[in-house]
């Protein structure tokens, strides 16, 4: 079984910052790719940053060169750092993994449970 928990939203200021975590645990041999997302009220869920095992990452266009994705391998946790934020990126922001759980498996796609971040005045 693997799950993955989700921590540090909030509300912010429009230009704040916040930092999400993601925390992978249980049974993990190989994971392939690890991603947020978010969804809006009334809107669907949207891709929001990519990390593929190798360093590359991928992100919205609307939140290129605000927001910075990142894992820490040892800790099986990945991050998103999200600067100069704004009332749009209001959302319930979930973390995605693509994990194998033993070498005979292929990997599955697990999500947490979402993290709200709200910002407003």
């Known amino acids: 079984q693997v799950q993955l928990v989700e921590s540090g939203g909030g509300l912010v200021q429009p230009g704040g910052s916040l930092r999400l975590s993601c925390a992978a645990s249980?049974?993990?041999?190989?994971?392939?790719?690890m991603a947020w997302y978010r969804q809006a009220p009334g809107k669907e869920r949207e891709l929001v940053a990519t990390?593929?095992?190798?360093?590359?990452?991928d992100y919205a266009d609307s939140v290129k060169g605000r927001f910075t994705i990142s894992r820490d391998n040892a800790k099986i946790t990945m991050y998103l750092q999200m600067n100069s934020l704004k009332p749009e990126d209001t959302a319930v922001y979930y973390c995605?993994?693509?994990?194998?759980?033993?070498?005979?498996?292929?990997?599955?796609?697990?999500w947490g449970q979402g993290t709200q971040v709200t910002v407003s005045s």
């Open positions: 990390s593929i095992n190798g360093g590359s990452t």
């Open positions: 995605n993994a693509d994990i194998a759980s033993n070498p005979l498996l292929w990997s599955k796609s697990y």
């Open positions: 249980g049974s993990i041999f190989r994971i392939n790719r």
